[in-house]
């Protein structure tokens, strides 16, 4: 049986409460229902096509039958421009039933929205083995055009074969990974759209017709008016504020006793939301409200998808220069620029936040130095500041050793300590055995690999989509120095972007 929210006086964002302590929690954590009720319908089956629509469809039809005849075996990719302006997220929310794919980098001019699939790599089995996977993406890379990119991402414990509620059905679509090679895009780059087809040939030009017809489905839509988004009327924590407590206090003991530096436990917040919603109507309301992140949605199939704005880079490969990025310890932002001043320089200065960063720029310069040479690291340790919270920030370069490829990398620096912990195989035993959830592909890699480049994204300030449910995914760092009670308000904080567009940001929604 759900319980209905206990009335309790509001607490200011990322404090603690003063007081007694809360009522001990519920063994099994139950839904906990939120005042808001009202429910907006959404009708995404109304299109209507910009002015001009036919005619660019027409002339990509023409550039594929071109393409289609000549008889190297190679990806190609075709494009037009697109008159006028639309979001390539608008564009892409139009075609609700396909394979779909979202990706704008956090310093790169370019957004592209993807629907369709050309090829796919995708493996469902664990462990993933990294030197298979990067054949067969260098096989079908070879002799590519440059625009030419696999999408998606994997599982955070893409190690782990199968145990009990893992992987929870809901990921199944995702697999332990998955790369897309769409075959329509809405690309945006310079301020220019343009809508690409991309073609395997020799084996595509069978198809061609097959191809054209479906380019005649893919609609260019007038700008939509803004859809607002369904409230949820009910929320629920896994693991429940009494588990949290009980999880983080074994990781400090651990800690104490020598058995592990520091373990990342993260939380799952479910909302419901009484109809079904389209995932990327979530994330075209967090973009805008996410400045300085990398925005993504991954869609396998109709139905649930994988959304985020992540602060946090992987690594960025362009040829053999690799860049990479700690980003760990947290505080909100100031109300005030007085009280923003103040609680940055709390982050710059506190030891416990400071050891919390340190563990992971210090694995990333040592698993980076495993396929980099010249791995090279500031002194000073700095701030990446965001919308609504702030992190210490450390850049790390390298150049590629011979013979090392993206998938070396990703093997390399994944899971890096701002997601799993130290010793990584302690830590990642340790997440397995004690969150009551599976992670899925939140905390995975999420990005692109091109030939010769690639960028990825740490998957987190992320959720899962799915008809009328949407569970968001965060976590904390844990070290020496942390307190329950304050790693919890962390996690607050840090879904506080998409509890704010959920319109639950009210800290009186918290369930504990
Ligand atoms: C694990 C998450 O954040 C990581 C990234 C930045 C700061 C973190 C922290 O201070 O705990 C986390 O390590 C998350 O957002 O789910
Ligand atoms: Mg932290």
């Given at each position: 049986m759900p319980r209905p929210l206990p009335s309790r006086s509001a607490t200011p964002h990322g404090r603690r409460r003063e007081g007694p302590p809360p009522p001990a929690p519920p063994l099994h954590p139950r839904p906990v229902f939120l005042t808001h009720t009202s429910m907006l319908d959404l009708d995404p089956t109304v299109i209507r096509d910009i002015e001009g629509a036919d005619d660019v469809r027409a002339a990509l039809a023409d550039r594929i039958r071109d393409a289609t005849r000549?008889?190297?075996a190679r990806t190609v990719r075709v494009s037009v421009p697109v008159p006028g302006r639309m979001r390539p997220i608008d564009w892409v929310r139009a075609r609700s039933s396909a394979e779909a794919v979202y990706w704008s980098g956090r310093d790169e001019d370019r957004t592209v929205a993807a629907c369709g699939t050309a090829d796919v790599v995708s493996g469902?089995?664990?462990?993933?083995?990294y030197q298979a996977l990067g054949r067969v993406l260098d096989e079908r890379l070879?002799?590519?055009?440059?625009?030419?990119r696999y999408y998606g991402g994997m599982r955070?414990?893409?190690?782990?074969?199968?145990?009990?509620?893992?992987?929870?059905g809901r990921w199944?679509?995702?697999?332990t990974y998955r790369f897309v090679l769409p075959r329509f895009e809405l690309v945006e780059a310079d301020g220019t759209l343009r809508l690409v087809c991309t073609l395997v040939l020799p084996r595509d030009a069978e198809r061609v017709d097959e191809i054209v017809d479906a380019l005649g489905a893919v609609a260019l839509p007038v700008p939509s008016e803004h859809t607002a988004l369904p409230r949820p009327h009910q929320r629920q924590d896994v693991p429940g504020h009494g588990e949290w407590t009980d999880m983080v206090r074994w990781a400090l003991d651990a800690i104490d006793g020598g058995s592990l530096d520091k373990v990342v436990l993260a939380r799952r917040v479910a909302l419901s939301l009484g109809a079904p919603m389209d995932p990327l109507l979530v994330l075209s309301h967090l973009e805008p409200a996410t400045p300085g992140c990398y925005h993504f949605a991954v869609r396998p199939s109709r139905g649930a998808a994988f959304v985020g704005a992540s602060p946090e880079r992987l690594f960025r490969r362009a040829g053999r220069t690799v860049v990479s990025e700690a980003v760990a310890g947290t505080r909100p932002r100031g109300e005030t620029a007085a009280e923003d001043a103040r609680l940055r320089q709390e982050l710059l200065q506190s030891p416990k936040e400071r050891r919390e960063h340190a563990f992971v720029r210090d694995a990333i310069r040592d698993d980076l130095d495993r396929v980099c040479r010249e791995v090279r690291i500031p002194k000073k340790r700095g701030e990446l500041a965001l919308a609504r919270g702030r992190h210490l920030h450390a850049r790390i370069t390298g150049t590629l050793r011979p013979d090392t490829g993206t998938t070396d990398v990703l093997e390399a620096l994944?899971?890096?300590?701002?997601?799993?912990?130290?010793?990584t195989d302690d830590a990642v035993a340790a997440i397995r055995a004690r969150e009551p959830f599976d992670r899925g592909w939140y905390a995975g890699p999420v990005g692109w690999v091109g030939r010769d480049a690639a960028e990825f994204a740490v998957g987190l300030r992320a959720g899962l989509v799915e008809e009328a449910q949407m569970a968001l995914f965060s976590g904390a760092g844990i070290v020496e120095g942390s307190a329950p009670d304050r790693e919890w308000d962390e996690i607050e904080q840090k879904i506080g972007d998409f509890a704010a567009i959920m319109g639950v940001s009210d800290p009186r929604m918290a369930s504990r």
């Open positions: 000549s008889s190297a469902s089995t664990a462990p993933v083995d070879d002799g590519a055009d440059s625009g030419v955070f414990d893409a190690g782990q074969p199968t145990a009990p509620n893992r992987p929870d199944a679509p995702f697999g994944h899971p890096t300590p701002a997601v799993g912990g130290v010793p």
